[in-house]
């Protein structure tokens, strides 16, 4: 075990809407303390913001607008910072606020830099406290929830273990015994079934996006353990082995750090549809879609931008950065090699989608 990442929900850090639970974040201070003596490097996902802004606030339910949760988390923020550093310092542990939009990761070159800022953060012995900026996040930038801003930390930097910590004791069979589910290796239609939402008047998501979150992980290359955090030292339970809450195994076959910046964090810009020759080449034989099997598109997009590949039914199969705009789509698609030599004899490449820019979903 080299490196974690902990996310902890609105639910366990705080007790009633805006009142922050001290004596927890102490305990979770020190097991992150006891980590670091063993060598693993720990990040924390810490929820909260909005509803400690809403407890200065005296709100008693999350607000509805956009505006409304901005300004509990421009209000909450400071204030969830500095009881993670007042947590940290008694061991000697320096905290570092990392605020994210989802821009921040989807972008390539500012994916780069935030990756290359946590790293340094860890280099220097400092445990990154992470959030969503919810202050300037629009609804076309937002993560959603923290479930999936911690998933993407975890494979943002390689994590091998990524801990959800809420109120949620693990995965529960519902359809059979109501027992905690200890170990899913694979997560299938039918474990997705049994997610529910949320109630809760400050949290967002519920299993459901806890299930999102753990398939990303697994792409990545993390196991995942959903646990109640309030169980008393769950953290190092967790680590040293313990069977708690329910553990999502990682993949056998785990994507590439370009393969799942396609996947998981980008947001298409069209869409390309192909017919059935051109599906079975580029999931069976791993092959670059060509101008020839592209049967039409929609949107508007430019060169380099992520579309999404759909077969012949509308089913999304793949994704990947595309190597002609939306105008030039219009002259190409169903149109043989040498066609496309004719058209563009300067282009050294003519793949529409190549391989190395293409992820199977």
């Not at 639910?11 to 805006?18: A, K, P, R, S, V």
């Not at 005296?58 to 204030?79: E, F, V, W, Y």
């Not at 030292?233 to 999502?248: A, C, M, S, Y």
């Not at 034989?285 to 949107?299: I, R």
Request: hydrophobic letters at 40%.
């Amino acid at each position: 075990m080299r490196r974690v990442v902990i996310k902890l929900g609105t639910g366990i850090l705080t007790h009633g809407i805006g009142q922050v639970d001290t004596d927890r974040i102490n305990k979770i201070c020190s097991q992150v303390a006891e980590l670091r003596k063993r060598g693993i490097e720990t990040l924390i996902v810490s929820s909260g913001a909005v509803g400690m802004g809403m407890g200065v606030l005296n709100l008693q339910a999350r607000p509805k607008t956009m505006a409304k949760q901005q300004a509990c988390a421009a209000i909450g923020q400071s204030r969830l910072i500095q009881c993670w550093q007042d947590g940290l310092s008694p061991h000697g542990l320096i905290g570092g606020q990392v605020l994210l939009t989802h821009d921040d990761l989807r972008i390539r070159n500012r994916y780069v830099n935030a990756k290359a800022t946590i790293d340094q953060l860890l280099a220097f012995g400092v445990v990154p406290i992470i959030n969503e900026n919810d202050t300037v996040s629009s609804y076309e930038i937002r993560f959603g929830n923290n479930d999936i801003l911690g998933a993407m930390v975890a494979s943002l930097c390689d994590a091998d273990q990524y801990q959800i910590l809420s109120t949620a004791p693990g995965l529960i069979d519902m359809d059979g015994d109501g027992l905690i589910i200890p170990v899913v290796e694979k997560i299938t239609p039918e474990i997705q079934a049994l997610a529910k939402g949320t109630n809760s008047p400050t949290a967002v998501g519920g299993m459901v996006s806890k299930l999102d979150a753990a398939i990303l992980a697994a792409d990545s290359g993390s196991e995942t353990y959903i646990a109640n955090g309030a169980a008393e030292n769950i953290i190092l339970r967790i680590i040293d082995g313990e069977q708690v809450g329910t553990r999502f195994l990682r993949s056998t076959k785990p994507m590439g750090s370009k393969k799942r910046w396609l996947a998981y964090f980008q947001r298409s810009s069209g869409s390309l549809t192909i017919d059935s020759g051109a599906s079975e080449a580029i999931i069976q034989k791993g092959s670059s879609l060509l101008a020839a099997g592209v049967t039409g598109f929609k949107g508007v997009f430019r060169t380099g931008d992520v579309v999404d590949i759909q077969n012949a039914d509308g089913e999304t199969i793949a994704r990947g950065e595309i190597s002609f705009s939306s105008t030039e789509m219009t002259s190409i698609f169903n149109k043989t090699a040498s066609e496309l030599n004719e058209l563009y004899p300067d282009r050294t490449r003519l793949e529409v989608v190549h391989r190395d820019a293409l992820v199977l979903l």
